[in-house]
């Protein structure tokens, strides 16, 4: 039996319209690996803020080692040896390493002595950093070396990781994995958030599983099937239904040997791009985070303009055209920063409604805008997205991560689009909303749209695609049949495998 570390009583906690938390009890002991699962908007962002002090709950209570715990603010959870590394990172691109962890430590020593032990440490737990690289250098998987060596030199107990491989290829997951192992062979806890269930099943050895603010179940994750664990979360799963083969129609978007300079000073340049997307077709495009998928999602939707003749809609001409005209004509997408990108934190759902629609929903007319016909288009996408508000006046940033994604996603989804691009559109969703995205996508594509998904999902990819090409470096691949396709072969292909038949012989 593992002794206790940190035992939770009856914690809640409430919002105006939202019980986020319901009466939530359960322990996690020394060393463990513990799960916490949940459908968006299932209580866990909640919960884990209140474990670590950036949320006082509303009634409950925590112990810690024994002792009563109630943390007021993050570095006292940091304190008492609760660190957490986010989703979203928090770090400086014009800053080194070691200046990055300075800033997340309450008294850092030296900068000389810091980097010193960063080496140390980062090479104990096999995450090689090298302390002076600034960190807009830095690819994805190294950027979240950075989030995990800085909780790790603060020696914690319980360590909170959220979503700790949505940006990470295979081999960094792996990786990562035997970094957590390690950690939990010397005793310290991972409370783990995931909504990837088999690398819930492969790490766990107990999850907590949450809906609707309340705690549904406790068990051991190897125990169960995926889709066992998916079902507690969200109740029963729908079947896909089998895809028809279908034939594709004209092409509809075209670039040809496209070069492009990023607007970012830290991005990845475009080199040489060349693909042909057809109408009824999905083009999966995959590729490691900051190989320049936010580059050609902003050259594709207009954000960055490009030479004219090299990018044509419908046989038109289009690179000098902004995200407005293209819409005009057809073409919609939906960026990965969901918050501050895809939509205005501090404008309400029905506003954000407006800024993408207005032009294909006629939401205005004669220069005023039409908020009741404004709102219902907001509703609609609510409803048919199962998007957890208590309406669409709420503000943007209210709403909790996956289901700020339904939101987006489905606003462009619910525009009926010619041509949708789309950059991670699953990202941070349970197994039924990623369901529910996936199926959208491809009823839009069986109307005959384009349809370009960017994903870092290879599962995602494999699942949704017709064709298939990989992004490295700022140069794409050649596009070719996903059918057939293995994930050794993805994987070299990402890795910036040019020549599919070398590929090919390399993942036999």
Not at 210 to 219: E, I, S
Not at 324 to 337: I, K, S
Request: with cysteine; charged share 25%.
């Amino acid at each position: 039996m593992r002794k206790t570390l940190l035992r939770l009583e009856g914690l809640s906690k409430s919002y105006p319209g939202v019980r986020a938390n319901d009466d939530i009890s359960f322990e996690i002991g020394e060393g463990q690996m513990h799960a916490l699962l949940g459908e968006n908007g299932a209580g866990k962002s909640t919960l884990v803020k209140m474990i670590y002090g950036l949320v006082r709950p509303d009634a409950g209570a925590m112990t810690l080692r024994g002792a009563a715990y109630a943390p007021s603010q993050p570095s006292e959870a940091r304190r008492n040896g609760v660190a957490m590394v986010f989703q979203h990172f928090s770090l400086f691109d014009a800053l080194d390493v070691a200046e990055n962890v300075a800033l997340g430590m309450e008294n850092p020593p030296p900068l000389r002595d810091l980097a010193a032990r960063i080496r140390t440490v980062s090479e104990e737990y096999g995450l090689p950093l090298d302390p002076s690289r600034l960190v807009g250098e830095l690819s994805a998987g190294e950027r979240q070396r950075v989030e995990i060596v800085r909780c790790l030199l603060q020696d914690p107990k319980l360590l909170i990781m959220d979503e700790p491989t949505s940006v990470l290829t295979p081999q960094e997951v792996e990786i990562l994995f035997r970094t957590l192992r390690q950690l939990s062979g010397e005793g310290t806890a991972i409370l783990y958030i995931s909504h990837k269930l088999e690398e819930i099943r492969a790490l766990c050895d107990e999850a907590t599983i949450l809906r609707g603010g309340r705690k549904v179940a406790t068990c051991d994750p190897r125990e169960k099937s995926a889709r066992e664990l998916a079902e507690l979360m969200v109740g029963q799963l729908l079947t896909p239904p089998e895809r028809p083969e279908r034939p594709f129609g004209e092409v509809v978007l075209e670039v040809e040997k496209l070069s492009l300079k990023s607007n970012n000073p830290f991005g990845t340049s475009l080199k040489d791009i060349s693909f042909q997307l057809r109408a009824g077709e999905v083009l999966g495009i995959a590729g490691v985070a900051g190989n320049g998928q936010d580059e050609l999602l902003l050259m594709l939707s207009g954000e960055l303009r490009a030479p004219s003749p090299q990018v044509r809609l419908k046989g038109d001409p289009v690179g000098h055209l902004g995200p407005n005209g293209r819409r005009a004509m057809g073409l919609v997408a939906a960026p990965e920063e969901r918050l501050g990108h895809a939509a205005a934190p501090d404008m309400s759902l029905t506003e954000n409604a407006l800024l993408s629609a207005s032009r294909r929903k006629r939401l205005e007319r004669g220069g005023f805008i039409d908020w009741g016909k404004t709102e219902a288009f907001a509703r609609e996408v609510i409803t048919r997205f199962d998007v957890r508000t208590p309406g669409p006046h709420v503000l943007a940033r209210a709403l909790s991560g996956g289901n700020l994604q339904k939101f987006v996603i489905g606003r462009e989804i619910e525009l009926d689009p010619d041509v949708i691009i789309v950059n991670q559109p699953t990202w941070g969703v349970d197994a039924a909303a990623a369901a529910t995205i996936r199926q959208a996508l491809l009823d839009l594509a069986g109307k005959g749209a384009a349809v370009l998904v960017i994903s870092q999902d290879l599962d995602e990819l494999l699942e949704v695609a017709d064709s298939f090409a990989a992004l490295n470096e700022g140069r794409l691949t050649p596009v070719r049949p996903a059918k057939g396709l293995n994930v050794e072969e993805i994987g070299l292909m990402m890795g910036g495998a040019h020549d599919m038949h070398v590929a090919h012989e390399a993942a036999q």
